[in-house]
Structure formats: C-alpha cells, structure tokens
C-alpha cells in the first residue's frame, strides 16, 4: 500500500471508531470502557492507536485517558474525544466534543472553526491565514480560542511535525504544499484561552529508544515500549510492569520518556475541541477523517 493510501485507510478506521466513541458518550458510561473498546476496534480493524484515546472534559482540553482502574463515568459534562489511528505509521489524527453540560454554542464554535479552517486548504495558503480564520469563527460565537494549543503536520511515526497550525492570527505562517499532511484542531473556551499542565499524568512517549539504562525494570520497558510504540504516546495503562511507576520516574528524571499531564483551563470554565486530519492538494484538500 502506498503511504497516501495508509494514510487513507487510517482516516477509515478513525471514521468507523469515531461513530463508536460518539455512541459510548452518555451520562453514566464508563470512560475506561470507551478508551478501551476504541482502541481494541482500532487493532481489530488492522490499525493501532497512533496516542491513547483522550477524553478531556469540562475546564481540560487535552492529554487526560482514563488509569488503568478508573471507574470514572460521565456526568452534565462537556466531553472531548481525541482519537488517533496509525497504520504503519501513517496517521490519521482528529477529535469530537459531545456536550452533556448545557453549552451546546461552544461546541458549535470549534466545529465551525474547523471546517472554515478546512475550506481554506490549498497549495500556497499560509497557516497564519488558518489561524486567523479560527479565531474570527470562534470570536463569531463569543468564545476564545485556546491560543497555546495548535494543530501540526503528521508524519511517519511522528504526530507532531512542522508546520504548526496556530489557532490564531500570527505574524508569520507555513506555507502549505500539496502533499502535506496536516491536523487543524481548533479549541473554544469560555475561559482565559491558555492552558496549563495539570497534575495527573497517564499518557508518555519514548524521547530516546537507544539510551543506556541501568536499571533492569526500566530497560525492559524502554525495549518494550520501542518495539510496540516507537517514539508515538502511549498509555501507562496499556503496559504490565513491575514497579511501574518507579521505572517511569527514574525514565523521566534522566529524559529518555516524556509525560504528558492533563493540559486545562482554570476551573469552571469550559474547553471544546474539533479536529480533523486532512491532505493538502493544489486547489482543495481531501480530509482524511471525515
Ligand atoms: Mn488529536
Ligand atoms: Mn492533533
């Protein structure tokens, strides 16, 4: 299969697991059993997770997956979906907000932002020109953007590459080339539109697969976690060994694994996000997750 192919086929994947994700939203489900049952689907669709299934809600935008024993369900919350497919290494990248919390309109401001984002891609478009777009959509509703996320190119194993794609109007853009692959993820908030690292922290990534590593339990989770994940986030979850959370410390302290904690607003305030994947051509593009 050639790489724009994969890069299809994920994009297929993502779509089907996408309408499964959306049906397990509702106020007493368990956040466990959506993450679980979306990354298993992804796997028995011949795909694999390309970053653990995030589900951020209410004040977080990003990087929240549920523990390995959550018994977490959903209540009157804003829910947002992050969803990533691989098939070797090609990804298809893209997120939904299902709004259980009575703020419909903010949901609708980073959905429309994204598909107005969308309707701009073409060869020789700046990424400044995106950002601008964003953010007069989602100024439109009364809302602001998040201005210290943004969205990103997707490469081979590599979910965030150049360009970045800012969620605002900035001095100096990318200019796009057909051929790139790119994620537009526009987040609304009702907030102060910058987010900061919270404390809890389920989701990593292997910074240096060939570092020397002394301990015995870390090594063999480096050498487990190169071969499943390469350098793509996974989930603390998704791994079985023994002190864990010990090798996890040692591995941060010396950087050969990142940790990713929960990105939010300030209390009380709400962030949606809307995301898709999409291949950028000479008058158009075609969006992969869709
Ligand atoms: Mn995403
Ligand atoms: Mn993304």
Same mark, same amino acid.
């Given at each position: 299969?050639?790489?724009?192919?994969?890069?299809?086929?994920?994009?297929?994947?993502?779509?089907?697991?996408?309408?499964? *994700?959306?049906?397990?939203?509702?106020?007493?489900?368990?956040?466990?059993?959506?993450?679980? @049952?979306?990354?298993?689907?992804?796997? #028995? =669709?011949?795909?694999?997770?390309?970053?653990?299934?995030?589900?951020?809600?209410?004040?977080? #935008?990003?990087?929240?997956?549920? #523990?390995?024993?959550?018994?977490? +369900?959903?209540?009157? &919350?804003?829910?947002?979906?992050?969803?990533?497919?691989?098939?070797?290494?090609?990804?298809?990248?893209?997120?939904?907000?299902?709004?259980?919390?009575?703020?419909?309109?903010?949901? =609708?401001?980073? !959905?429309?932002? $994204?598909?107005?984002?969308?309707?701009?891609?073409?060869?020789?478009?700046?990424? *400044?020109?995106?950002?601008?777009?964003?953010?007069? @959509?989602?100024?439109?509703?009364?809302?602001?953007? $998040?201005?210290?996320?943004?969205?990103?190119?997707?490469?081979?194993?590599?979910?965030?590459?150049?360009?970045?794609?800012?969620?605002?109007?900035?001095?100096?853009?990318?200019?796009?080339?057909?051929?790139?692959?790119?994620?537009?993820? /526009?987040?609304?908030?009702?907030?102060?539109?910058?987010?900061? =690292?919270?404390?809890?922290?389920?989701?990593?990534?292997?910074?240096? /697969?060939?570092?020397?590593?002394?301990?015995? !339990?870390?090594?063999?989770? %480096?050498?487990? $976690?190169? =071969?499943?994940? !390469? +350098?793509? /986030?996974? *989930?603390?979850?998704?791994?079985?060994?023994?002190?864990?959370?010990?090798?996890?410390?040692?591995?941060?302290?010396?950087?050969?694994?990142?940790?990713?904690?929960?990105?939010?607003?300030?209390?009380?305030?709400? %962030?949606?996000?809307?995301?898709? +994947? $999409?291949?950028?051509? &000479?008058?158009?593009?075609?969006?992969?997750?869709?």
């Amino acid at each position: 299969m050639a790489n724009i192919e994969k890069h299809r086929e994920a994009g297929r994947i993502h779509q089907q697991v996408s309408e499964t *994700a959306r049906g397990m939203v509702e106020e007493g489900a368990s956040l466990l059993e959506l993450a679980e @049952t979306v990354e298993d689907e992804i796997r #028995a =669709e011949g795909g694999a997770p390309a970053f653990p299934v995030n589900i951020s809600r209410d004040e977080e #935008a990003a990087h929240a997956t549920p #523990a390995r024993d959550s018994d977490e +369900t959903f209540g009157e &919350e804003m829910v947002n979906v992050d969803i990533g497919v691989h098939v070797d290494g090609w990804i298809a990248d893209a997120a939904f907000t299902v709004d259980l919390s009575g703020n419909g309109e903010l949901v =609708e401001a980073s !959905r429309e932002a $994204v598909e107005a984002a969308v309707e701009r891609v073409e060869a020789g478009v700046s990424t *400044a020109e995106l950002g601008t777009v964003i953010e007069e @959509t989602i100024e439109g509703y009364g809302y602001t953007p $998040v201005y210290n996320l943004t969205g990103h190119g997707l490469g081979e194993y590599e979910q965030h590459t150049s360009p970045s794609v800012p969620n605002r109007g900035v001095d100096q853009g990318v200019t796009l080339e057909s051929g790139d692959v790119i994620a537009i993820e /526009p987040f609304a908030t009702d907030g102060t539109g910058k987010v900061k =690292e919270g404390g809890d922290e389920e989701i990593y990534s292997l910074q240096d /697969p060939d570092a020397r590593v002394r301990s015995r !339990r870390a090594r063999q989770l %480096v050498e487990s $976690v190169a =071969e499943e994940y !390469r +350098t793509l /986030p996974f *989930a603390k979850r998704w791994l079985d060994n023994d002190r864990l959370d010990m090798s996890l410390r040692r591995l941060k302290s010396t950087d050969v694994v990142e940790g990713y904690p929960v990105l939010k607003e300030d209390d009380g305030f709400y %962030v949606s996000q809307a995301e898709h +994947t $999409v291949i950028v051509e &000479e008058d158009g593009c075609e969006v992969t997750t869709r």
